[in-house]
């Protein structure tokens, strides 16, 4: 990689001999694992993308403050990142092109949990977010700025989507008929979790808003868990981070999965999950928060269900494609998923 040799200076690793491996996953960010030759270390190394993250340094003081108060407020199993800091000790190094970049130690012998899903895996990955949130839940709001403004809020959107069929810039209009009677179906009857909101009947807290079960790495021999992708750490509503880790959890298709029928779902992943998660946030979760976890599985496919296919009615500028219709399979089976889930919803 071109710029590795001045990110390596600014790290002071410069004198370590480091192979360079992409990492493919993930829908923003560039992402590389850095091995030493010599001792084996390993890095992980990313390169924010700034055209999504236009606030790349109030992005990174989130996460410097996030971690802060992971350290200060340990809770058994969780395992918080560690950032490396530049020479100039700074958690972040801007290269001539006017590039972010940042280095974490790597999780070593971690693995993600969409790897390996089951009930025991579930029930982790309810306990780490519960634990994250606990952790976070007394972290003034004002320390943590809003890096994607309105990010969940339901109604900005639908207005996004709105404009972007109005627009039709692509032509792609008549290839999402389908998807957009679920839309239709189920656009009213969302509105409530961010009118609660809204109305402050449902508090807002410093939480993950990208909770999917990727995003949870798993150590195989003992109870650790470490939570990753902290770009979004900013107020919100725990409802999210409940809602998106369930979409994650609860259906056996990949996100873009090219598959025409019903997602099967995984009600004993979804129980696992639950049962754990309100084991650790008994103490402290309102019974409005509760009251509104079940809607907020269905609430989460519909919104990933919307950004996926104003992306694609938008020609494909949000999220990183491998495939032409990848954005298109990845909205159908968000809606479907919700759609189905709602059926579903008084079992929740």
Known sequence: MRK???ILQAYSLQELDFSCIPIQTGHINESYQLVSRQSKTSYFLQKINVDIF??????????????????????????????LYTSKNQSYFVDDSNQYWRIYHYLEDFFSANTDLSDKTSARIGHALGSFLTQMRHEPLEDYHPIIAQFHNIRVRLKNLDEAIGMNAHHRLSEVQDLLNIV?????E?????????????????????????????HPSSDKV???????????????DFGDACRSLISYHEEDEDNGAFPALNWMYYRSFK???????????LESEKDLLALSCVLLPFLMGIRFLTDYLSGDVYFKIKTERQNYFRAKNQLTLAKEIYRFRHEL
């Open 4 to 6: 590795l040799d001045s």
């Open 54 to 83: 236009k606030q790349a340094e109030d992005l990174m003081k989130n996460i410097e403050r996030c971690l802060q108060a992971q350290h200060q407020n340990p809770m058994t199993s969780l395992v918080p990142l560690q950032l």
């Open 184 to 188: 239709r179906d189920l656009r009213f």
């Open 190 to 218: 969302l509105l409530l979790i961010q009118d609660q909101i809204d109305q402050h009947k449902v508090p807002t807290r410093i939480t993950h808003n990208d909770t999917k079960a990727s995003n949870f790495m798993i």
């Open 226 to 240: 470490a939570l990753v992708d902290l770009d979004t750490v900013m107020p919100s509503s725990l409802l999210f």
């Open 275 to 285: 049962a754990s998660f309100l084991d650790t946030t008994s103490d402290w979760i």
